[in-house]
């Protein structure tokens, strides 16, 4: 039976870069449809993958992400829920915790993942939606796992955000980028700035805001 690649990686329970790195490794036959697509003979995938050992050497990463440290409880729910779901699968993992904006890219927990993934210690990363790495970038982060052979597993789509709540969550983060950049400023008017960017900030979230709960 020839499958696609969605398809193959779902019954197989790998990524779709997997069979991917797989193919440019000539452990697998791809065919090709007239209009270029990949068709996988899914019989001789199965018994394939059933021989192609785990590696030993290399360990699972799961991300886990806040943008403040106040938001702990929440980073301990995202921890809890990896921790679940690895042990669930059987795999010797580790959790990487960080702070910061998803739109910044030098927090110490995801240039520690991209270096762990650099120098092949990683054998599959963990998280539960691509926008948890890098509001914008996280592709990037995925070529390379891609390049070094790091499979990457995103745990489901119930913990996804609606459009209104990823647009708060975009809104909120920017501000408090602002913020941080505004807060050595000893000026009256950055001051000032900083007071009402944290007023915009408990508008749009009302349950951060001093007395909410």
């Not at 997997?18 to 193919?23: G, M, P, V």
């Not at 499979?151 to 955000?161: G, H, M, Y």
């Not at 209104?164 to 950055?190: C, H, M, P, W």
């Amino acid at each position: 039976m020839k499958v696609s690649i969605r398809k193959a990686a779902q019954e197989l329970g790998v990524s779709p870069e997997t069979l991917r790195r797989w193919e440019a490794e000539g452990k697998i036959r791809v065919e090709r449809t007239p209009g270029g697509h990949r068709r996988y003979d899914l019989a001789s995938l199965r018994g394939w993958s059933r021989q192609e050992p785990e590696p030993k050497a290399r360990i699972t990463l799961a991300y886990a992400r806040v943008s403040s440290p106040d938001q702990n409880a929440d980073l301990e729910r995202q921890v809890g829920l990896r921790e679940t779901f690895c042990a669930a699968n059987g795999w010797q993992f580790e959790v990487v915790r960080d702070w910061g904006s998803g739109l910044n890219s030098h927090k110490r927990g995801l240039r520690e993942l991209i270096h762990r993934i650099c120098s092949g210690q990683v054998g599959r990363l963990v998280v539960t939606h691509k926008d948890r790495l890098l509001r914008f970038g996280a592709e990037l982060v995925f070529s390379l796992c891609e390049h070094f052979g790091t499979e990457v597993v995103i745990i489901n789509a119930s913990e996804e955000a609606t459009f209104e709540e990823e647009l708060v969550q975009d809104v909120r983060e920017i501000i408090t980028v602002f913020s941080a950049r505004l807060y050595g400023s000893r000026s009256r008017k950055n001051r000032d700035i900083r007071q009402r960017l944290k007023e915009a900030t408990d508008a749009i979230c009302p349950e951060n805001a001093p007395g909410s709960g």
